[in-house]
């Protein structure tokens, strides 16, 4: 009687829940683990050159976005030369770019199809 109620929707129900446990399982069963050789092997072989590198690209675009954004800042402002009226708008807008991109990212994450439906 209880080989009757095995049917395919158990089955591939079965096997779903058991895609998706496997990865949970093994992310909570990764809790109580040692990670101290871990975490010792990060500090001592690769932390001081994640830093290095990270300071090295920090300096290099502040140098750069500085040079260029007051160069560009201080030619189309006092000198008046063909296009400059379209490069003092370009200018300006490179700052709408961010929270046009967050506003429509928004949008497509609570319109109909999104990831979040209000009911």
Same mark, same amino acid.
């Given at each position: 009687m209880y080989l009757k109620k095995i049917n395919f929707w158990f $089955?591939?129900? $079965? &096997?779903v829940s058991i895609f998706v446990? @496997?990865? @949970?399982v093994t992310v909570f069963t990764s809790f109580f683990e040692d990670t101290s050789k871990f975490l010792s092997n990060i500090k001592r072989y690769l932390f001081f050159e994640y830093i290095l590198n990270s300071l090295i690209l920090l300096i290099c675009? &502040?140098?750069l976005t500085f040079l260029i954004g007051t160069t560009t800042a201080y030619l189309v402002s006092f000198y008046k030369f063909p296009f400059s009226d379209f490069f003092k708008w370009a200018l300006i807008l490179s700052f709408a770019v961010p929270p046009y991109i967050y506003a429509y990212s928004l949008t497509a994450f609570f319109e109909n199809y999104g990831t979040f439906i209000l009911y």
């Open positions: $089955l591939s129900s $079965l &096997l446990a @496997i990865p @949970i675009v &502040l140098v």
